[in-house]
């Protein structure tokens, strides 16, 4: 079982950056593959980034690569996504989720546990 929360959302401008924080309950986490998801209006559920449980394998969405990088601490139970350069179209609601089988995947359908989100907003 892992209980996840973000945190680190805002409204910032055009090229700011912000780091969101995902902390994690119980005791799987460290052996659970972390991902992040954003959802903006109207628009489904997407793939952002992923790291494996021991955080050599990182995977990024293409719209993101270059510009965000995902980290973990498992001895304090947390996860990370930092945003440099952000821009308008990261405007979305972000999510944390645990994948309790370790690997970084893609794919939502993947991942067991997920946070409440939190609301990134990029004006122009």
């Known amino acids: 079982q892992v209980h996840l929360v973000e945190s680190g959302g805002g409204l910032v401008q055009a090229g700011d950056s912000l780091k969101l924080s995902c902390a994690a309950s119980?005791?799987?986490?460290?052996?659970?593959?972390l991902g992040w998801f954003r959802q903006a209006p109207g628009k489904e559920r997407e793939f952002v980034a992923a790291?494996?449980?021991?955080?050599?394998?990182?995977y990024y969405a293409d719209s993101v690569k270059g510009r965000f990088s995902i980290s973990r601490r498992n001895a304090h139970n947390m996860g990370y996504l930092q945003m440099n350069s952000l821009k308008p179209e990261d405007t979305a609601v972000y999510y944390c989720?645990?994948?309790?089988?370790?690997?970084?995947?893609?794919?939502?359908?993947?991942?067991?546990?997920w946070g409440q989100g939190t609301q990134v907003t990029v004006s122009s």
């Open positions: 989720a645990a994948d309790i089988q370790g690997l970084a995947t893609k794919g939502l359908a993947n991942y067991d546990y």
């Open positions: 119980g005791r799987d986490f460290s052996t659970s593959a």
């Open positions: 790291i494996s449980w021991n955080g050599d394998i990182t």
